[in-house]
T-cell receptor
């Protein structure tokens, strides 16, 4: 079973920031947090990962709390193409990703 | 396009028939993974290879399932005597050893067992 918890769904207006939360209270000290998303009819797509520092790449920013029990994925200017299921995964295995049900983000025009 | 290709994209079969899916990973990736995804759920791990060696199999992978990666390049997943419960999306992913949790997924093969 997934060791992270996420809200089942969220809405965001196009052009606004989307902030997707994730709780990972059982994460170990050396386990990274990974975020993937899955657009309808496609395979999951890697977005970003982090350990304890905030991270940013061309797709998103990742904010990890100091106690590492939760994180927030930020899409700074959401577009309609960002509508997808977003998965937060703790990196407890070196060979498999354990997906939960994720958060369905719907970006509205 | 992630560089991982799967064939076919869709397969409809009758219960009891055998089916085989193919996955071509990113060429320099030595790890290859198979996942299964049913409606409304996240993908579930089935098995993975490092080069041609199959190193781990989930208990989800019953005796009717077999996966191969004969030359450490493409992989096949065969399901024998399909059952309606096998209907799902079968996803393949690949990665480099050392960055195992950054996996690149194909678009999947959707299996419908009638």
């Amino acid at each position: 079973d997934a060791k992270t918890t996420q809200p089942p769904s969220m809405d965001c207006a196009e052009g606004r920031a989307a902030n997707l939360p994730c709780n990972h209270s059982t994460i170990s000290g050396n386990e990274y947090v990974y975020w993937y998303r899955q657009i309808h009819s496609q395979g999951p797509q890697y977005i970003i990962h982090g350990l304890k520092n905030n991270e940013t790449n061309e797709m998103a920013s990742l904010i990890i709390t100091e106690d590492r029990k939760s994180s927030t994925l930020i899409l700074p200017h959401a577009t309609l193409r960002d509508t997808a299921v977003y998965y937060c995964i703790d990196g407890g295995s070196n060979y498999k990703l354990t997906f939960g049900k994720g958060t369905l983000l719907t970006v509205n025009p | 396009d992630t560089g991982v290709s799967q064939d076919p994209r869709h397969k409809i079969t009758k219960r009891g028939q055998n089916v085989t899916f193919r996955c071509d990973p990113i060429s320099e990736h030595n790890r290859l993974y198979w996942y299964r995804q049913t409606l409304g759920q996240g993908p579930e791990f089935l098995t993975y290879f490092q080069n041609e060696a199959q190193l781990e199999k989930s208990r989800l992978l019953s005796d009717r399932f077999s996966a191969e990666r004969p030359k450490g390049s493409f992989s096949t997943l065969e399901i024998q005597r399909t059952e309606q419960g096998d209907s799902a999306m079968y996803l393949c992913a690949s990665s480099l050893a050392g960055v195992e949790n950054i996996q690149y997924f194909g678009a999947g093969t959707r299996l419908s067992v009638l």
